[in-house]
């Protein structure tokens, strides 16, 4: 399980850092994409997920304050963040609260892009064995930055495929049906039920049914689908970041998943000797999934 849980997180960044020099790039730009080619700095998705971790670890749980504090203490405008959460993360510097800055975006609306799924995974892991508890968290921390319900349902999602990954779903039927069941808005729930349809179609039905974009619901269920279509780590992050459009967020989404089912060994030796491993590198990362599994399971 320690194995599963940094895999999850290691997974997410090194399939960020995998995604991130073809980002916005398209399918066809990137076909001679090399999966031995590794920049390996992460963006956005990564920092802001080693936020989420190190507030659940400061905190024994969620707290929204202390969350938003810990995403403006790491923030690196370089990492190349959304607009929307940029315009969030300036509100809050401001000194808006945490509860009011994401609504105050995108006319009001709140923003339905991916950056609330693309760091969800340590509520994934934190919350794993109660999914009533982890849908609701998962919401709550998505508040931070992304008010719209489609942003905060993607981020569900997300959390609750790690989950379900790490506890062993990989029978597609089972993950699927459980997923479908338990979603509350139909663009995601249509998509579900397309996948089973999709497993051998080409690479531009994939885009066109599902998705390859920064907004939550163009890309949670595309990675969700780039996990099931493959049985180890390296063909589904490698297939995900060949989709093209947001690779380094649908590459780091499939990897968390893929991550939390192999586990740690499971992912390409090279790619994660490539992660950068700086202050907040690869070995802060794995400390954090260390931290994490250690409050969970009291050991290790
Ligand atoms: N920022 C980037 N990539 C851009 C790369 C910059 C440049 N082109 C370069 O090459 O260097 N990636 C990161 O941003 C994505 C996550 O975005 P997040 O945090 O969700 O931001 P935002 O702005 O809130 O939402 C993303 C876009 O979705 C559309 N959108 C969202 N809500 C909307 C609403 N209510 N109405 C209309 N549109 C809405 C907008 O286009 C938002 O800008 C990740 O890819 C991460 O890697
Ligand atoms: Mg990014
Ligand atoms: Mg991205």
């Not at 000194?95 to 693309?118: H, R």
């Not at 380094?248 to 740690?264: E, K, N, P, V």
Request: glycine fraction near 10%; proline fraction near 1%.
């Amino acid at each position: 399980m320690r194995s599963k849980f940094r895999g999850t997180l290691i997974g997410s960044a090194v399939g960020d850092a995998l995604g991130a020099p073809v980002e916005g790039c398209t399918a066809d730009e990137i076909s001679i994409f090399q999966n031995d080619i590794v920049e390996g700095r992460y963006t956005d998705d990564t920092e802001l997920m080693i936020g989420v971790a190190e507030s659940l670890i400061d905190k024994r749980g969620f707290d929204g304050a202390d969350m938003a504090h810990k995403f403006l203490r790491n923030y690196h405008a370089w990492r190349r963040y959304g607009p929307g959460t940029r315009a969030v993360l300036e509100l809050l510097r401001e000194g808006v609260s945490w509860e009011k800055a994401s609504t105050m975006i995108f006319g009001g609306n709140g923003s339905y892009g991916n950056g609330a799924a693309m760091r969800i995974a340590p509520i994934g892991l934190f919350y794993c064995d109660d999914i009533d508890t982890l849908w609701e968290i998962a919401y709550r921390a998505s508040h931070i930055t992304h008010s719209h319900v489609l942003g905060k349902e993607g981020a569900a999602i997300m959390a609750c495929s790690i989950a379900l990954a790490l506890r062993g779903y990989r029978d597609r039927e089972k993950m699927l049906n459980y997923l479908t069941a338990r979603t509350r808005e139909d663009i995601y729930r249509d998509k579900l039920i397309k996948i089973e349809q999709l497993l051998d179609a080409d690479k531009q039905t994939v885009i066109e049914e599902l998705g390859n974009r920064e907004t939550a619901f163009e890309s949670v269920i595309t990675a969700i689908y780039s996990f099931i279509r493959f049985d180890n780590f390296k063909d589904s992050v490698s297939y995900a970041i060949g989709l093209g459009g947001d690779t380094d967020t649908i590459g780091a989404m499939t990897g968390a998943i893929c991550g939390a089912y192999y586990g740690l060994e499971a992912i390409p030796a090279e790619w994660v000797d490539a992660l950068e491993d700086d202050e907040k590198g690869k070995s802060y990362i794995i400390w954090l999934a260390d931290e994490l599994y250690r409050i969970k399971f009291g050991s290790g």
